[in-house]
């Protein structure tokens, strides 16, 4: 039998557009620090240290060795996957594998990015294949744009919707103290005024560039309730990549392919018993890009119907306080350091199962929560976490 | 954090940044299958890809291995349509950074997605930059690069321009 | 929860200096495709796949992108570690350790003609102090041999004896890239390239990839006849700055290897290991190496090449492949000295094979002077 694996310490920085006030691996040493205290651990108490980081952002070669020591990576072994997007989930997979294997008894994964260091869309454009993908200069912001414009084709969801989906992700990031943009936003006119980025998403519909890291502390059964009174379990995980769509990158304006999302949840669902998943699992983290992505989400999850995603944002099902709460941290269009992103949802999910989420904590008891993280040509991974198992 | 400096109250401090600006080069290999397009476009101003043996798709990229099937393709090479209908566009408002060209690219471009008539997906530039004149179903056909500009593979094409059908 | 992981079978391509006749993936497949004759397995039926790349080397973010089809990544688990491949293999063994996957592909894959090393080495560097310095791997490794020689006595001619052992070993490599027959002399007669390296002392620039199947053991015994066992692994992390590490020392190669060696239960590795794959991309790194790897004491790698000890033949052979000098890309080496290990033990290392080899090391690094080392134990037991 697999050992189980619980996540016994949390940590992130506040996350902002640009921390010039310290260096690369001074900023991830925050996370590391926090995770640590609030396991109540000494860096001696890890036994490895696996680290996502997507080093085109900041153009550091191997940026685990350049911050070996202020990740507490010194004399200890580990090492540094890199996804994409996905980079920051896939490495707590990573740490679940080699804790669930027997291999460890105590990791930390983390994921870290300095946006502010060099030019995240080009970056991003770099991903696409050297050879013939220059036409698609518009980085990841071109392919929401264009995501954006199937979803209002295919569901009819309106822009007011969109805008919606952004008053409720910065109600929650002004009640989460890590979160990047914090910018009391009042009424629908001001998302809805934002200028243009690339047709049709404006600038408020679209994730920011953050500088900043997530730590976690993971740890097998006996070790972990032995560390922590509130050990959050690892309940499964789920990794699925893709082709990239033949007519798209984020979304399949002709409907005939398989959505990484979709065939993620139905396994990790199928796996774990869950058939209403509104009803099996109490609220979720999920990667956002855009708002307009959220929306899709809701469907590709199975929160709700095809087409109908607009209809739980109407409706105030996602909010904090609502039937289903989606995002309450804010979420990745406050918040996007993207090689920590992804380890960020994993972090605040875990953070509502334990009641720690502050002020933006959920309204209802979290006993199971989802985590997903969204990367590459709309590649999915999924967490899945538990009070208890 | 920051920290205050005691003279000015609020002034914020100055932070000392080193910048680097190395470009670096790439030489990357096309290798069998996107040469081939690559000379293709290049001599004969031709778009081709080749179609899966199982699953029978064009695959374009052309590539030796069927992603979707997980079996080698084959070489049954196509030569695809030249024109084609715009099913998705969308235009760029804001300047942003080519890494291949180290340039910000002009304001606004229109980037689609373009459904070309044999039924492969191509994504291109539009040569319309009036943001009003784009409409999805409008008909296009690719416009080549003059001889002596080729030799970039699809950037051969410089666009697709409207066309009236 | 798996009991062993095995590695069910392994290919390389013959490396060159430069494959500009294939791309990323076409020249990942070529390893790829051997692995799934040999098991009978189609890229459907792995669960999972590990790539080894580097975005700076590739000139791509998300390198992984460029060889999604050629691992059957559609709709499955797909990862890709960023250190040098050795790694990846100790990935795909936690995959399938867990139990979470049974049959994994790995494959670690680098075009090193694709890109300016210098430039992407001196990326390595931290970007506040000793990035201007115009640092890249080669004057760093300069810097590593000329204190290790200082503090030990370590002589030119005995790193180039190494030289001279391994180009000569890779006579018997298929997948060699630059067998040489040569002397002593005629390193020391090469030109300096970073005092004291020469360039007899360096590797050439390669291309190629290296692919396993990993397998559970359930598997495994369906897979291949010769199921070679992982039984121990450990990697470890220097400092980064130079002056913060004792560059005549190699601390975390040596906590790696004694973890490694604790988790296979060897305790004396010189008289346990039938053969030795270590990743030397400079002549005096299979030295330092070996003295990390406790094959003779601190500063006396001098004296055991001197002794004959680690030819073909000998008590230890050590880099019967040709090892990384002979040509193989970063990245891929250490996956490399898997892959020759795995042949090794399972007798077909052809014209390079040690005679009886049971128990076999592989050794790979990463980094500035080998600031990430790796190791891991197999064995056919």
């Known amino acids: 039998m697999p050992n189980r694996v619980a996540i016994v310490g949390i940590g992130q920085t506040r996350h902002k557009s640009t921390r010039r006030d310290v260096t690369l691996p001074e900023m991830v040493n925050e996370a590391v620090r926090a995770a640590l205290a609030d396991a109540e651990l000494t860096m001696k108490d890890i036994e490895a240290v696996f680290t996502s980081n997507m080093e085109t952002f900041e153009g550091i070669y191997l940026p685990d060795h350049g911050a070996a020591t202020e990740i507490g990576a010194y004399m200890k072994p580990g090492f540094k996957v890199c996804t994409g997007g996905t980079s920051g989930a896939s490495v707590v997979v990573e740490g679940f594998c080699m804790v669930a294997s027997g291999l460890y008894d105590v990791v930390m994964v ?50 007011e919707h969109a805008a919606m989906v952004r008053l409720k992700a910065d109600r929650g990031a002004c009640k989460n103290e890590y979160a990047h943009l914090k910018l009391g936003l009042e009424s629908a006119e001001q998302v809805l005024n934002s200028g243009y980025l690339v047709w049709p998403l404006r600038m408020l519909d679209f994730c920011p560039q953050s500088s900043g890291a997530c730590a976690l502390v993971l740890a097998e059964e006996k070790k972990a309730r032995s560390i922590s009174r509130k050990p959050v379990w690892i309940a499964d995980v789920e990794v699925v990549h893709q082709e990239p769509f033949r007519a798209g990158t984020f979304a399949d304006p002709t409907g005939k392919e398989a959505y990484t999302q979709h065939v993620a949840c139905e396994r990790l669902y199928k796996r774990n018993g869950i058939t209403n998943p509104r009803r099996d699992i109490d609220m979720a983290e999920i990667y956002e890009p855009s708002n307009w992505e959220e929306m899709s989400l809701y469907e590709h999850f199975h929160f709700c119907e095809r087409n109908q995603g607009w209809k739980l944002v109407e409706q105030g099902v996602t909010e904090m306080d609502g039937d289903f709460p989606v995002n309450p941290s804010g979420g990745v269009i406050a918040t996007n350091p993207i090689g920590a992103t992804p380890t960020i949802r994993v972090a605040e999910a875990a953070l509502q199962i334990r009641g720690d989420a502050g002020a933006h904590q959920v309204a209802k008891d979290v006993k199971t929560s989802l985590a997903s993280a969204l990367g590459g040509p709309n590649w999915t991974v999924l967490t899945l976490l538990k009070r208890s198992l | 954090m920051a920290k205050k400096s005691s003279q000015e109250g609020e002034k914020k401090p100055e932070y000392i940044t080193v910048k680097i600006d190395v470009p670096r080069k790439y030489r990357w290999s096309t290798g069998k299958y996107i040469g081939r397009t690559y000379r293709e476009a290049h001599e004969n101003k031709k778009i081709v890809a080749n179609r899966c043996v199982k699953c029978k798709e064009v695959l374009w990229p052309p590539m030796q291995v069927c992603g979707r099937c997980k079996v080698e393709a084959g070489e049954d090479w196509v030569e695809l349509s030249q024109t084609g209908t715009v099913m998705q566009y969308t235009y760029l408002v804001y300047p942003l950074w080519d890494p291949h060209y180290g340039e910000k690219f002009a304001n606004p471009y229109a980037n689609a997605m373009i459904l070309l008539d044999d039924g492969v997906y191509i994504r291109h530039f539009l040569e319309e930059t009036d943001v009003n004149k784009l409409k999805v179903g409008m008909r296009v056909e690719a416009v080549w690069r003059g001889d002596g500009e080729r030799g970039e593979g699809m950037a051969d094409v410089k666009y697709f321009r409207t066309i009236d059908e | 929860m798996a009991e062993r992981v095995a590695i069910c079978a392994v290919a390389q391509t013959k490396f060159r200096p430069d494959r500009g006749d294939a791309s990323e993936g076409e020249m990942a497949y070529e390893a790829i495709r051997h692995v799934l004759e040999e098991t009978g397995l189609t890229l459907s039926d792995i669960d999972s796949a590990v790539s080894c790349s580097q975005d700076f080397w590739d000139g791509r973010t998300i390198s992984n992108m460029n060889i999604q089809p050629f691992v059957g990544a559609h709709l499955g688990h797909e990862d890709k570690v960023a250190e040098d491949g050795i790694n990846a293999v100790y990935c795909g063994m936690a ?194 190496w070996m003295e990390g790897l406790g094959f003779c004491g601190r500063g006396e790698a ?63 690094m990463t980094g500035i002077c080998g600031q990430h080392q790796a190791v891991m134990i197999l064995g056919t037991n």
């Open chain 3, 95 to 288: 995959q399938v350790l867990s139990g979470y996957h049974e049959i994994v592909l790995v494959v670690a894959h680098t075009k090193e003609s694709q890109a300016e090393k210098s430039l992407v080495e001196n990326a390595a560097f931290d970007p506040i102090f000793m990035r201007e310095l115009g640092l890249d791997f080669l004057s760093a490794a300069a810097l590593q041999a000329r204190r290790y020689m200082y503090k030990y006595g370590i002589t030119a001619e005995q790193c180039a004896k190494v030289v001279v052992k391994n180009r000569g070993n890779a006579r018997n490599n298929p997948f060699a890239q630059e067998p040489l027959d040569i002397t002593v002399d005629d390193v020391l007669a090469s030109r300096i390239l970073a005092s004291p390296i020469r360039k007899l002392d360096t590797k050439p620039i390669s291309d190629g990839a290296c692919a396993a199947i990993l397998a559970s053991e359930k598997k495994a015994r369906k897979l291949t006849e010769k199921p070679v066992w992982i039984l121990g692994v450990s990697s470890c992390y220097e400092a980064h700055y130079l002056g913060d590490r004792d560059l005549a020392d190699c601390a975390a190669l040596t906590k790696a290897a004694q973890k490694a060696y604790k988790m296979a239960g060897i305790r004396r590795p010189f008289n346990e290991i039938s053969v030795a794959e270590i990743s030397e991309e400079y002549s005096y790194q299979e030295l330092l």
């Open chain 1, 110 to 159: 983390l994921g870290f990015e300095k946006q502010d260091c060099g030019e995240t869309t080009a970056a991003i454009t770099a991903a696409a294949t050297p050879i013939w993908g220059k036409g698609a200069v518009t980085g990841a912001i071109g392919e929401f744009a264009k995501q954006a414009l199937s979803y209002m084709e295919t569901s009819g969801a309106k822009e």
């Open chain 3, 302 to 364: 001098g004296r055991l090449i001197d002794s004959g000890k680690t030819q073909m033949g000998g008590k230890l052979p050590v880099n019967p492949s040709g090892g990384m000098l002979s040509g193989n890309p970063t990245g891929v080496a250490g996956m490399v000295r898997v892959a020759e290990a795995a042949l090794q033990l399972r007798g077909e290392a052809g014209n390079r094979q040690v005679r009886g080899a049971n128990l076999a090391l592989a050794h790979g």
